[in-house]
């Protein structure tokens, strides 16, 4: 114990701070600092950062422990970094809230493509950090919105750094945990884990604005071995999303990924794979999850050369329902699609080729499969790609549809964007659109149609150029019987 009081008072005196706090007594000699006794101060004027980040340095120049957000205060601060073997526990009441002063946020989320956001919270090459506790994270988000419109808010014009903070940035970690934390108000991606192994998020609340633009819940990217469950998210973008950015290739494929007993709203896709895959994303399970009034509910959205392969989705409620072309996607309750990525000169394509290439190609879409699903929906599942062979074994079983019109926002669409080919598809919804694929199996599964049902509501299934479509055990009619076939095939 001794050596113990001796390490944690070197490491007050490392920082600057001699062996006093700043209320002029000797610190609790251990190694769970509370930040107020480095200077912090729960007022809504003082930027914390500085007294946030002596403590996460003194605690890890002892070795590690615990960094407290003492309870019942709140704490507004400017970006920070975290160190290896930190828990970083916010108590019951507290709240860490991000400074909406938009200038302190310099460093780019994304290195050296300055255009899609900064670092609030963030740290490299991390060990052994937990974050806990009942409080919260708030990045305030509104604060960096311009006015709102009809479901989102207008972006704010900037020169080249957007300086939108992502809430959480860790790049390169290892045994990174969450747990019981309240997580809100993110202004862009909330969680984004990039080239880390061996994660858990369990009993996470994300709660985001559900009007902000670009406010993932969780983002996965070049991530492995990493487990998701008994989390609520709500998101204005993705809940969950797996992807391979380019930005950071040199971490490899995303694999080995569980989701499960979850429950998400988004205004765009609830769970998504793509749009950004420059690798592999493999090995993936996401179960028994609840999916609440969102536009689109799973999604795999290939635009880029890397492969998507061995996907389950099992015992899944959905719901869906349209909103504006703001978001992408159009009630489709499953998507899986394949094409190439716009063009470079399309603002969308940005920093999303390799290096001086101005077209892009698109990877395969392979076994994926889908189980137990019950989805209700303005819109029926769709299957695409730019040709047969970049999408195959795709097996739908127990997938169950109703399909009926809910909104006043245009229907009769699919959303392709970002795609070199028309983004917004208008044509039939049908129970299942299939176009240009290798193989799909349906079996066991349905389609039935509500009482509103407009008149592009067309087929059961609507097939076009489908190598091998091999259906057993399907129940459903068109929607308007003797009017159009219940299963359509060209």
Not at 17 to 30: D, I, R
Not at 50 to 65: E, L, V
Not at 367 to 387: C, D, H, P, Q, W
Request: aromatic share 8%; hydrophobic share 35%; proline share 3%.
């Amino acid at each position: 114990m001794k050596i113990l009081n001796k390490m944690i008072t070197l490491a007050v005196m490392v920082t600057g701070l001699g062996q006093f706090n700043y209320a002029g007594t000797m610190p609790k000699p251990s190694t769970d600092l509370l930040i107020t006794d480095f200077g912090a101060k729960s007022d809504p004027k003082t930027d914390n950062a500085a007294a946030i980040q002596r403590t996460i340095d003194a605690c890890s120049k002892a070795g590690g422990g615990k960094v407290i957000v003492p309870k019942n205060q709140n704490f507004m601060t400017g970006p920070f970094e975290l160190r290896s073997n930190i828990e970083l526990v916010v108590e019951a009441g507290a709240c860490v809230i991000a400074n909406p002063d938009e200038s302190i946020y310099k460093k780019s989320a994304f290195k050296e493509n300055v255009g899609e956001g900064t670092i609030w919270i963030g740290g490299h090459d991390l060990k052994n950090v937990t974050f806990s506790g009942s409080g919260c994270l708030d990045g305030n988000g509104v604060s960096f919105m311009g006015a709102p419109i009809t479901d989102s808010y207008i972006l704010k014009p900037f020169d080249k750094l957007d300086p939108r903070p992502h809430l959480l940035t860790i790049i390169g970690g290892s045994n990174i945990r969450f747990k019981d934390l309240t997580v809100r108000n993110s202004a862009y991606w909330t969680l984004h884990l990039i080239g880390c192994n061996d994660v858990t998020i369990d009993n996470i609340t994300l709660l985001n604005d559900l009007k902000v633009r670009n406010s993932d819940g969780i983002d996965l990217d070049h991530c492995k071995n990493v487990r998701i469950s008994n989390c609520y998210i709500e998101s204005g973008d993705d809940c969950i999303c797996l992807k391979n950015r380019r930005e950071y290739e040199e971490f490899g494929p995303c694999q080995n990924i569980v989701v499960n007993n979850c429950t998400m709203t988004s205004r765009s896709c609830a769970i998504k794979i793509g749009s950004e895959n420059m690798d592999s994303i493999d090995h993936v399970v996401i179960s028994n999850c609840i999916i609440r009034a969102s536009n689109r509910g799973i999604g795999i959205q290939n635009r880029d050369e890397g492969t998507v392969s061995d996907v389950q989705f099992n015992n899944i409620l959905i719901e869906s329902h349209l909103f504006t072309d703001v978001w992408w996607g159009k009630a489709e309750p499953i998507y899986v699609t394949a094409y190439a990525r716009a063009n470079a000169n399309n603002k969308d394509a940005n920093w999303r080729f390799p290096k001086g290439v101005k077209e892009g190609k698109v990877g395969k879409v392979s076994r994926i499969y889908f189980s137990g699903i019950k989805a209700t929906s303005e819109n029926g599942v769709y299957v695409g790609a730019e040709s047969a062979d970049k999408i195959t074994d795709i097996y739908f079983d127990q997938v169950d549809l109703h399909i009926n019109k809910t909104t006043a926002n245009k229907g009769g669409v699919y959303d392709r964007r970002p795609a070199k080919v028309e983004g917004l598809l208008t044509g039939s919804t049908s129970g299942f659109y299939l176009e240009n694929a290798g193989h799909v199996v349906i079996r066991n599964s349905s389609v039935q149609w509500g009482a509103n049902k407009p008149d592009y509501f067309k087929h059961a299934i609507e097939s076009h150029n489908v190598q091998q479509l091999d259906l057993s055990g399907f129940m459903g009619t068109s929607a308007f019987p003797g009017k159009w076939a219940d299963v359509s095939k060209n």
